[in-house]
């Protein structure tokens, strides 16, 4: 028997993929199963997306490229942070990665010693907690209530900070609640930062496009411009233009962090594939018409599931500010019916007997709410809905 090494048994695979590999299964199977757990927007890559990078094969743009991103694609996102986000970095502040979930991988490998702490608001995206404990690192979560519409507050902040914390990670849009922080909100917690200088913040933008209303989007550093010299603002191109596949993330922050995250990557995967790189800067670079169109379907669809949530018996869901997740509380249900004792056997009971794979609010650290992807038609939202009423009601 190969013994495993205490790093690696320390984690879990993502459940969200496991929800999803499930489902598959199901319907491998030959059962009628609706997914609706999955992380991904529905549409395909826009058409001058997928062109920019045919052209780079035809072009034979196939090898290497420096570890860190192409020159050209690192000026499209230094464009994008000035433009959009109102923030200068120069091209040694940016790393480009496989994705968003390797800069955050990058990031902890390269700034955690053991036992550092990372504070970490829950519900939280999945791969934070186990991404730091991979870099043996220790999670320190601090837990919401519905009620505060699940955002940490200064003084919820303030009490989880020891002097082991290290860094302190904030996703907004979140990622499974949907909920944003206002202006205002992260000027509190940029208050009480201004206070512990030892402490980084990473800012986790990736849904900064997937947003209901008109406001401006902020994160830490428009609410608190002090913080910029300990601040790392992750992003990516995977949600907004609907490139999971394509495995780019890009990060921004000071140019030492930045260069220890580089290292690391140069002893992982070296360069993020070429072809990605030229798709990615494309999509930066020619405008968020494509984007527009998608968010109108997402807020379309997040009223109808709020709404037909709400009108089920012992459901709660709050609206949400952006992202395709809505993450409404079963808790009464589970509460009321014999037939599961929690959110994981609640989620069990739907997929087996609604036919709807959902992923249960365990996994985000926030049990008796469920997430729910509205990544799909409206069509299949319906078809969803109304079967998780009837298997609750039956
Ligand atoms: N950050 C958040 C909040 C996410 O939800 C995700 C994907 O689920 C990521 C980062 C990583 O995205 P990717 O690695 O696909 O670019």
Redesign the pocket.
């Known amino acids: 028997d190969v013994q495993l090494s205490d790093r690696v048994n320390s984690i879990k695979p993502s459940p ?1 993929l496991a929800v999803t590999n499930r489902a598959a299964e199901l319907r491998a199977a030959g059962k009628d199963i609706i997914g609706l757990g999955a ?2 927007p529905d549409f395909d890559t826009p058409e001058h997306i997928k062109d920019a990078a045919i052209e780079a094969l035809h072009n034979g743009f196939t090898k290497y490229t420096a570890v860190d991103g192409t020159p050209s694609l690192k000026n499209a996102i230094i464009n994008k942070f000035k433009n959009d986000n109102g923030l200068n970095y120069e091209a040694n502040q940016i790393l480009v990665s ?7 991988f990058n990031l902890s490998l390269a700034l955690l010693n053991d036992g550092d702490e990372v504070i970490i608001p829950a519900p939280y ?1 999945v ?1 934070y907690p186990d991404m730091v404990l991979v870099a043996n690192g220790k999670p320190v979560v601090i837990t919401t209530t519905q009620a505060q519409r699940f955002k940490i507050t200064a003084a919820q902040l303030e009490e989880a900070i020891t002097h082991r914390t290290r860094l302190v990670v904030l ?1 907004s849009p ?2 499974p609640t949907g909920v944003a922080y206002t202006l205002e909100e992260l000027k509190e917690l940029g208050e009480v930062l201004k206070r512990f200088p030892n402490i980084l913040v990473a800012t ?1 933008d ?2 900064e496009h997937i947003r209901f209303n008109d406001l401006p989007f902020c994160n830490i550093l428009n609410a608190c411009p002090e913080l910029y010299d300990r601040t790392i603002v ?1 992003n ?4 907004a233009y609907s490139m ?1 596949g394509w ?3 890009y990060a921004a922050g000071p140019a030492k962090l930045i260069g220890a995250m580089k290292k690391v990557q140069s002893q992982s995967t070296s360069n993020p594939s070429s072809i990605s790189q030229v798709a990615s800067q494309a999509a930066l670079e020619g405008g968020n018409a494509c984007v527009d169109t998608m968010v109108v379907a997402f807020r379309e669809r997040h009223e109808y599931v709020v709404s037909a949530l709400n009108e089920i018996e012992g459901v709660e869901c709050i609206p949400a500010d952006g ?1 395709f997740y809505a993450f409404p509380s079963f808790q009464q249900i589970i509460d009321n019916d014999d037939r599961f004792n929690n959110d994981i056997e609640l989620a069990e009971f739907l997929l087996n007997d609604a036919g709807v794979a959902l992923v249960p609010g365990s996994a985000f650290g926030a049990p008796g709410n469920m997430r729910l992807s509205f990544a799909t038609s409206m069509s299949i939202l319906e078809d969803a809905i109304g079967r998780i009423k009837a298997a609750l009601k039956a």
């Open positions: 969200t992380g991904e496989c994705g968003g979930k390797q800069s955050f995206w791969s996703n979140s990622n986790d990736m849904y992750l990516g191109v995977s949600k999971t495995r780019i993330g992202t």
